[in-house]
């Protein structure tokens, strides 16, 4: 099952994909919102509702990230094997955490910004995972029970300030990545191991990895996380960027205003944006 987060007529609510409409489950379930469907384990019950007619077209509704209200948004660095070579770096003894706020991402098909002060925008495809199950001190082997789903994730970097000053700032500049266009459900991936990302810029292939090539697998991560940091149902963990990033390159193929960067992951979707120049 395809869940997104939508407005329409300038109210926003959640449905489930089908075809090309989406079903609005903000006026059939007693759920406002999608985050609070998962904080209620209701997901199997949202399910009931699959066969019902669409209401809406998907070209007609604005399309929000998929957990618009989530409480964190955590992130995983060089988290894979090829991009910790193209980076000349060591195998970590541990995940790289840091964390994004709400602001530096854009919903699918909304323009990311490179911003005024900075031409050393860069793009970083990654799978993220939508957590359904809360909780603290999780075991890597109770870990996947505790995942609603998986979406498309750009973990925009502005490079230089990233580099020469603060990852944070680096990464929270507003609006320089995005994250969607929907939560696909755990039962429909199975293992996510299996999964097959690619990055295109202006329809150039530029990453393609599959998901086996993680350091850390997602049960890992959770656990490690969930060690520090209690997590809670709608947060969203983007897992790392394999090799291809911009800044491994020579000359940096840094993104431009009119380009267009996609990241799509085998049965999720595609994760499309255009770029924008900051006013």
């Known amino acids: ?15 489930i994909v089908s075809g090309d409409g989406v079903v609005d489950l903000g006026k059939r379930s007693k759920h406002g919102s999608l985050r609070s469907a998962l904080a209620a384990d209701a997901i199997a019950d949202l399910m009931a509702f699959e066969k019902a007619p669409t209401d809406y077209a998907i070209a007609d509704v604005e399309i929000l990230t998929p957990v618009p209200d989530a409480e964190k948004i955590i992130c995983i660095g060089v988290n894979y094997k090829g991009h910790i070579l193209e980076m000349g770096r060591q195998l970590p003894e541990q995940p790289s955490v840091f964390l994004r706020l709400h602001s530096s991402l854009a919903a699918p098909g909304q323009s990311i910004v490179r911003p005024r002060i900075s031409s050393d925008f860069d793009y970083e495809g990654e799978l993220a995972v939508v957590i ?17 789903g998986y979406t498309c994730f750009n973990d925009g970097s502005v490079r230089d300030y990233q580099k020469k000053g603060s990852l944070a700032i680096g990464k929270n500049f507003e609006r320089t990545g995005s994250c969607g266009p929907w939560l696909v459900t755990a039962d429909e991936i199975g293992d996510p191991s299996a999964l097959q990302l690619e990055t295109r810029l202006n329809g150039n292939r530029v990453q393609h990895t ?38 491994g390159r020579t000359p940096p193929n840094w993104m431009r205003p009119g380009d267009v960067v996609e990241v799509e992951i085998s049965k999720v979707g595609v994760l499309r944006n255009t770029v924008v120049q900051e006013l």
């Open 1 to 15: 099952m395809k869940l997104m987060s939508f407005a329409v007529g300038g109210k926003t609510s959640y449905g």
């Open 132 to 148: 359904g199950k809360g909780g603290r001190h999780i075991a890597q082997g109770d870990a996947m029970s505790h995942i609603a």
């Open 210 to 247: 599959g998901v086996d090539d993680l350091i850390f697998d997602i049960p890992a991560i959770i656990a490690y996380v969930s060690a520090a940091i209690a997590l809670a149902p709608g947060d969203i963990i983007a897992t790392g960027t394999p090799e291809g990033v911009a800044m």
